[in-house]
T-cell receptor, first 112, second 107 residues
């Protein structure tokens, strides 16, 4: 298996623009998680899905962030409009029955 | 509430020296703990899980319920061990991560 696949690897955008991050979980996994990693706060859970259904989105910073999982093999995290403080590495992770987590390579987002 | 604490943000040791990365947790249920490692600009990878009681790359970690700790240890550090290490607690369907410890092994 190729593992969890995220795209793009790097994204540089200007403040106010819409950003869409993509994730393909490991085939057969029933959980999908979105994390944000910053130097100051470490790894923060943004949202997670079980069988494509959002279970807990309490970590989503504000309404500018949204996530979808239209099917078992694809999820998106969207930021609209983006702000410089959103600059971080965003990781997607998947798991079978909750553990252990398998992480993607991450998307490094820079908002100028 | 669930919480994972890694008290050291940065840790430097000399090659060949023992290394211990500290992790303490707070959880009212039966804990399931993990160590993840992240090499420079790579994905987080599972290093250890306490239920496996295994040694990976020379690292071991023992769950101490009395002290609510799950410290990661290696008797002789190698340069390739330089990385970011995260302790994680699985509670229900969620993982709670510590803030991480950046380990540097000095040649």
């Amino acid at each position: 298996d190729a593992g969890v696949i995220q795209s793009p690897r790097h994204e540089v955008t200007e403040m106010g623009q819409e950003v869409t991050l993509r994730c393909k979980p490991i085939s057969g996994h029933d959980y999908l998680f979105w994390y944000r990693q910053t130097m100051m706060r470490g790894l923060e859970l943004l949202i997670y899905f079980n069988n494509n259904v959002p279970i807990d989105d309490s970590g989503m910073p504000e309404d500018r962030f949204s996530a979808k999982m239209p099917n078992a093999s694809f999820s998106t995290l969207k930021i609209q409009p983006s702000e410089p403080r959103d600059s971080a590495v965003y990781f997607c992770a998947s798991s079978l029955r909750g553990r252990p987590l398998h992480f993607g390579n991450g998307t490094r987002l820079t908002v100028t | 509430a669930q919480r994972v604490t890694q008290p050291e943000k940065l840790l430097s040791v000399f090659k060949g020296a023992p290394v211990e990365l500290k992790c303490n947790y707070s959880y009212s249920g039966s804990p399931e703990l993990f160590w993840y490692v992240q090499y420079s600009r790579q994905r987080l990878q599972l290093l250890l899980r306490h239920i496996s009681r295994e040694s990976i790359k020379g690292f071991t970690a023992d769950l101490n319920k009395g002290e609510t700790s799950f410290h990661l240890k290696k008797p002789f550090a190698q340069e390739e061990d330089s990385a970011m290490y995260y302790c994680a607690l699985a509670a229900g369907n969620q993982f709670y991560f510590g803030t991480g410890t950046s380990l540097t092994v000095i040649p």
